[in-house]
């Protein structure tokens, strides 16, 4: 019943930000886990970041902490993903998902039910 769409992705230079947003819509936004995902061509998918509902607390994959920060605004039904020092590496297709759950963090992609269709983030040299 919930529809996700991710936003925000472009070319940037290496060094730069970028924020990402994921809007959710055709289902309620309360008692979600979001997660947020990459993928690189012929690669597996990635876990990037997880934040709760009940805190807003947030859990990133070690390569990536310090540098990405997830956050939520729940009346906007909006979770975002803020990318700072971004590398070459960091290059892929990020995609946000979304679960109903416990206020846990969820950090497996076979534990998601739904999922945006991803957005390209490109970091250039």
């Known amino acids: 019943q919930v529809q996700l769409v991710e936003s925000g992705g472009v070319l940037v230079q290496t060094g730069g930000s970028l924020r990402l947003s994921c809007s959710a819509s055709?289902?309620?936004?309360?008692?979600?886990?979001m997660g947020w995902f990459r993928q690189v061509p012929g690669k597996e998918r990635e876990f990037v970041a997880t934040?709760?509902?009940?805190?807003?607390?947030?859990y990133y994959a070690d390569s990536l902490k310090g540098r990405f920060t997830a956050s939520r605004d729940n009346a906007e039904s909006t979770v975002y993903l803020q990318m700072n020092a971004l590398k070459p590496e960091d290059s892929a297709v990020y995609y946000c998902?979304?679960?109903?759950?416990?206020?846990?963090?969820?950090?497996?992609?076979?534990?998601?039910?739904?999922w945006g269709q991803g957005t390209q983030v490109t970091v250039s040299s």
């Open positions: 055709g289902g309620t936004f309360s008692y979600y886990t």
């Open positions: 934040i709760d509902w009940k805190f807003s607390s947030s």
């Open positions: 998902a979304a679960k109903r759950s416990l206020s846990v963090w969820l950090v497996m992609e076979s534990d998601y039910d739904y």
